[in-house]
T-cell receptor
Framework: GQQVMQIPQYQHVQEGEDFTTYCNSS?????IQWYKQRPGGHPVFLIQ?????EVKKQKRLTFQFGEAKKNSSLHITATQTTDVGTYFC?????????FGGGTRLMVKP | NAGVTQTPKFQVLKTGQSMTLQCAQD?????MSWYRQDPGMGLRLIHY???????DQGEVPNGYNVSRSTTEDFPLRLLSAAPSQTSVYFC?????????????FGEGSRLTVL
């Protein structure tokens, strides 16, 4: 089963609005990763967060890792139609990399 | 570089049939893995391998076998297909393994079991 929980499961936004997805774990994580999957496509790696309280930015995307390393968020500023897709967080336990259920983002132009 | 190549892209099977999903990577990655993705669900890990000759079970290994005779190839075998195995299957590889978190995915194989 899923060992990291993602919320919300779905999100509709108007183009230009902001969007945030959250990833929560009951246990402390060594690191966390974020992936994006376009409709009909395959997951593509976005970023890895390792340090407590870490914040990283990629253009309009801001990734945060919680101080306790049990949660993370992905925030998109001023969404565009190209942001449409499902965003997954993932964690590793030993040699296993497992994924959350994902947040599906839909953007109305 | 082709990256991670999966074949076939689409397959329809009857219950009880067997088949092999092929996965090959040309990036010299030691770590390879197989996931299945069902509608509305995330990716679930089936099997993984940290190098040639080494395989291990993931979250949902029942009904699937794997082998890793070379660094490049990591086939997934369905021994006796069941409708519950209808899914999209993704193969992925990584240079640094699960610790780096950066997996490169193939384009997927869509399997339907009737």
């Amino acid at each position: 089963g899923q060992q990291v929980m993602q919320i919300p499961q779905y999100q509709h936004v108007q183009e230009g609005e902001d969007f945030t997805t959250y990833c929560n774990s009951s246990t402390t994580l060594s690191n966390i990763q974020w992936y994006k999957q376009r409709p009909g496509g395959h997951p593509v790696f976005l970023i890895q967060l390792v340090k407590s309280g870490e914040v990283k930015k990629q253009k309009r995307l801001t990734f945060q890792f919680g101080e306790a390393k049990k949660n993370s968020s992905l925030h998109i500023t001023a969404t565009q139609t190209t942001d449409v897709g499902t965003y997954f967080c993932s964690k590793n336990a030993g040699n296993m990399l497992t994924f959350g259920g994902g947040t599906r983002l839909m953007v109305k132009p | 570089n082709a990256g991670v190549t999966q074949t076939p892209k689409f397959q329809v099977l009857k219950t009880g049939q067997s088949m092999t999903l092929q996965c090959a990577q040309d990036m010299n990655h030691e770590y390879m893995s197989w996931y299945r993705q069902d509608p509305g669900m995330g990716l679930r890990l089936i099997h993984y391998s940290v190098g040639a000759g080494i395989t291990d079970q993931g979250e949902v290994p029942n009904g699937y076998n794997v082998s890793r005779s070379t660094t490049e190839d990591f086939p997934l075998r369905l021994l006796s297909a069941a409708p519950s195995q209808t899914s999209v299957y993704f193969c992925a590889s990584s240079r640094g393994g699960a610790a780096t978190g950066e997996l490169f995915f193939g384009e997927g194989s869509r399997l339907t079991v009737l």
